[in-house]
């Protein structure tokens, strides 16, 4: 038998039909829903009459536009709703879940989290299936060795009427990350310098598969992290092969498998992984020996440095598009050529999202926290990715050490990440934010964002302005 | 879905690499639950001031951008999430057709389920277009899907590739649900094997 890579062993068992010059008609194992991106495809199945043909394979939740504080701060207070449309929008999800029949994690549910935290803490991502979901970050449960990627409105429609979508087959491109990071050095810090190194359109067209010592030896969380930030590199979708780091993960988890069926998944689950001697179309090789945590100071994941380094000079760019890119960015942020970003002030600071919300994200930054305050002239926000990222982070009491320090202790959502909750900066303001995404106005219209590891945030809260976080370890 | 088949207009143009769909439409606007009402929020930060007036520097508010079918970008255009709010606000504004060097993939897919018709040209076109655009604002370009050409007026026209399924999609206006539903059968037999 030819060898085959991971993508292609996942792709050929989901190919439910391929008419010639048309795209492969592939079947959809698990569906995530969230309340932003979904409203316009229910209404698309109730104008044609249409079920949701297997609610079964079908989870949803609210996590953008959800309230992380109560109005009056109180524990059982009124959650406080961006707006009346944002409500309306939250309230909408309600109804479609209950009139199509839908699982839904919602604003009273114990489990209810950001869409890509919930989906492998509750034992729904398992190697080997096809994951899709109204949102590009869906790449983060290819940690798993699933084959997640976002799709639009129109394809969360097609979804929910056929279990399939549309697909070309992408190109697949091996991802080498080699050597071993050193301490205070993160897979947020890998997959900033990976986007550096690439750009963030190095990888349209491909699915990556991460591999290598350095991610062999990465917890699942950190792996999420890692395939989390593949689509600012522009790729379909991010894969690692599923190891005894994953059984173990998922083992006893609400919708893992169990009894027998667990033996006969890990059975299919370890033939996942890439054949000796199967070919991928492209390879990328990162060295991460000589890593240091990296930050950004532009307005796309492209656009970073080192915590050591200097500003580049747009001038030095190779052509006029990324000079002119390059000035627009350092304009925006109120940067200049040259700068090191050490020392630069930091106004508020943001622990959370899909990227770095989880527990292991939070037990990072509290490790720097404890026994610590955040700077006067700095507001910090620690917002988990999940109800249960909560109350385990509260178990462990890093609620108290985050408060202690002067930290606002949120509920669980997508927060700051994206800005639609109310939680957002005001022009002009600076953020260091364990997010994705450094956009222009990402954070709040007018706000500017520099993306780093919870590590980094935490020090630059304590700091009040951006700085190395490796000095707080040690001390 | 509207028929595509041949577009002849004036173009916008927006020299940008990697514009996001956050800055197509920022996440603020996306707490609708329909599509329409989009077009007004199109690029919506760099087409306002603070004030909530237009801004008058920005290429969407030229007397020569209005009416203007084709939107001319940098490459990488549509990068970041997966918002089909994105292309229901180019198409909301009017636009039906997008010319630059590269799409994000999500992007690409979600602006043809619109009507939009992503065309990939080369660098050197690139640059040349933009340049024949900016010193004569007021040419119509002819975007003929069925030929797969671009013409620009007083230059040798420019092929542009499209796969033959979603070319056929566009040319009938057929919506690909339509597609995937008359595949019931296939689907309940690859069922059955699960
Ligand atoms: S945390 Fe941010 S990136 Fe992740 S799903 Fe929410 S909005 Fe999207």
Known sequence: MTPKTLFRKIWDRHVVTQQPDSPAVLYVDLHLVHEVTSPQAFSGLRARNLKVRRPDKTVATIDHGVPTRTEDGSKNGRLAFADEMSLRQIRQMEENCAEFGIRLYGLESENQGIVHVIGPELGFTQPGMTIVCGDSHTATHGAFGALAFGIGSSEVEHVLATQCLLQWQPKTCAVNIEGRLSPGVTSKDVILALIRQIGVGGGVGYVFEYRGPAVQVMTMEERMTLCNMTIEAGARAGLIAPDENTFDYLYGREFSPKGEQWERSIAHWKKLATDEGATFDHEITLKVSDLEPMVTFGTNPAMSIPIGGRIPDPDAADDEAQKSGLRKALDYMGLTPGQSLADHPVDVVFIGSCTNGRISDLRLAASLLRGRKVSPKTRLLVVPGSNQVKRQAEAEGLDRVFKDAGAEWREAGCSMCIAMNGDQLEPGEYAVSTSNRNFEGRQGKGGRTFLASPLTAAAAAIAGKITDPRPFMQS | ?194
């Open chain 2, 1 to 194: 879905m509207n028929q595509f088949t041949i577009l002849k207009s004036r173009a916008v143009v927006l020299p940008v690499d990697n514009i996001d769909t956050d800055q197509i439409i920022p996440a603020r606007f996306l707490k609708v639950t329909d599509k329409i009402g989009l077009g007004e929020k199109l690029f919506s930060d760099w087409r306002y001031l603070p004030d909530g007036s237009a801004n008058p520097d920005f290429v969407l508010n030229k007397p020569e951008s209005q009416g203007a079918a084709i939107l001319v970008a940098g490459d990488n255009f549509g990068c970041g999430s997966s918002r089909e709010h994105a292309p229901w606000a180019l198409a909301g504004f009017g636009f039906r057709a997008l010319i630059s060097t590269s799409f994000a993939d999500i992007f690409r897919n979600n602006a043809l389920k619109n009507g939009l018709l992503p065309v990939v040209v080369g660098a050197d076109s690139y640059r040349k277009l933009i340049k024949k655009l900016e010193s004569e604002p007021q040419t119509e370009l002819t975007i003929d899907l069925p030929e797969q050409t671009l013409h620009v007026p007083g230059e040798a026209s420019i092929h542009f590739s499209i796969d033959a399924f979603s070319k056929t999609c566009l040319l009938n206006g057929v919506d690909e649900l339509g597609y995937l539903l008359g595949l019931e059968d296939q689907i309940s037999a690859y069922e059955k094997n699960l």
